[in-house]
Structures are given as structure tokens and as C-alpha cells.
């Protein structure tokens, strides 16, 4: 069971998330609509894994990671974005992220690729 926050600016993707990760023992702690929230909401919950969609407002999820990951070399990032290219899945693994879902994902992916980053940190 991790400590999850969830950022994307699509409600029903911070919906579907939640639904899914909290039936499987993980425990939604925050939810931010843009990059600049998920900073924010980083620094004060201190999350033990974060999903960080790519395009949202304010602050996209690529400048959100690479101040997450300033703040914190260790933090636990995972993409789940609808940009699928090659160009975005690369810039989010160099800014710090540790695995990449592409949506519309499926359960057993994302608590697979979950289960895999928390279980290469400990």
C-alpha cells in the first residue's frame, strides 16, 4: 500500500485513478489539476508515489517533475498521459520520471508499473 498523489487536470482521470488504486490498498492523499498544485501538494504530503499527466495547465508535467525531482532526487513519478510519442516518453524518463502509462491505460498495467517502481526502491 503507497501513499498516492494524483495529478492530472482531467477530473475523470483523477476519478478512474483513484477508483482504481484505492480498491487495490493504496491510499489517494492528494489531487492536484496542474503542475503547479502537484508541487505544491508535494512538498506538504511528501506522497511515496505520484501519477503526472503531461499536458495540464500552468505548470505542464514536465516542469512539474523536474521541480519535484530537484526538491527530491528520490521522488517516485510515473507519466500516465495520452501523449503517447517517443519525444514526450523520453523527456519525462530524463526530467526524472520513472516509468511511463500510456492512457487510456488498463488496471492491471497500471498497478503492475506501480507494484515495479515502489518495489525497485525499497
Given at each position: 500500500?503507497a ?10 482521470m483523477?476519478?478512474?485513478?483513484q477508483a ?7 491510499e ?6 496542474n503542475?503547479?498544485?502537484a508541487?505544491?501538494?508535494f ?5 511515496e ?11 505542464n508535467?514536465i ?8 526538491l527530491?532526487?528520490?521522488a517516485?513519478?510515473i507519466v ?12 519525462a ?9 500510456v ?5 492491471r498495467?497500471?498497478l ?7 518495489n525497485?526502491i525499497?
Amino acid at each position: 500500500m503507497a501513499k498516492i498523489l494524483i495529478a492530472d487536470d482531467a477530473k475523470f482521470m483523477r476519478l478512474t485513478l483513484q477508483a482504481m488504486l484505492s480498491k487495490n490498498t493504496h491510499e489517494i492523499i492528494g489531487e492536484a489539476v496542474n503542475g503547479e498544485e502537484a508541487i505544491k501538494l508535494f512538498k506538504e504530503l511528501r506522497p511515496e508515489l505520484i501519477t503526472m499527466d503531461i499536458t495540464m495547465p500552468v505548470v505542464n508535467g514536465i516542469d512539474a517533475i523536474k521541480e519535484i525531482m530537484r526538491l527530491d532526487p528520490d521522488a517516485n513519478i510515473i507519466v500516465c498521459s495520452a501523449m503517447g510519442q517517443q519525444k514526450v516518453v523520453v523527456e519525462a524518463i530524463e526530467a526524472g520520471a520513472k516509468d511511463f502509462i500510456v492512457k487510456p491505460f488498463d488496471e492491471r498495467n497500471v498497478l503492475a508499473t506501480i507494484s515495479r517502481v515502489l518495489n525497485t526502491i525499497d
